[in-house]
C-alpha cells in the first residue's frame, strides 16, 4: 500500500481496491497525467487551505477532469470529496 509524494504537499494513498488523493492544488491533474496514475476515488482536502503559498483546495480541475474527460458525467458518477464542513462548502458545485 504505497504511499506516493507527487508534489509539495501532496500525496496519493494507493491500495488494489481504491486511491485516495490528499491535497488538491492547481496544477494537480497535469501531475497525475504525467505520474502516469488514475485519477483517485476520493480526494482529501487538508485542513490548512495554503502550503508554501499555493492553494491547496482548487477542486474545479479535478471536477472537470472527473465529470468530462473521464465521462464520469454522462454515467452519472459524483466525485468524492472529503474534508472539514466548512471547506466543503467552500467547493460545492452545484450541476
Avoid at 1 to 24: A, N, Q, R, T, W
Avoid at 53 to 82: A, H, M, R, S
Wanted: net charge neutral.
Amino acid at each position: 500500500m504505497p504511499i506516493i509524494d507527487l508534489m509539495p504537499g501532496v500525496k496519493i494513498y494507493k491500495d488494489e481496491k481504491y486511491s485516495i488523493l490528499f491535497g488538491c492544488p492547481p496544477e494537480i491533474i497535469k501531475n497525475i497525467m504525467l505520474s502516469n496514475l488514475e485519477f483517485p476515488d476520493y480526494i482529501v482536502l487538508p485542513d490548512r487551505i495554503f502550503h508554501n503559498g499555493v492553494l491547496q483546495n482548487c477542486t474545479e480541475f479535478p471536477l472537470y477532469y472527473f465529470l468530462f474527460v473521464l465521462g464520469n458525467f454522462f454515467k452519472g458518477k459524483k466525485l468524492n470529496i472529503l474534508g472539514e464542513k466548512k471547506h466543503i462548502e467552500n467547493n460545492f458545485f452545484i450541476i
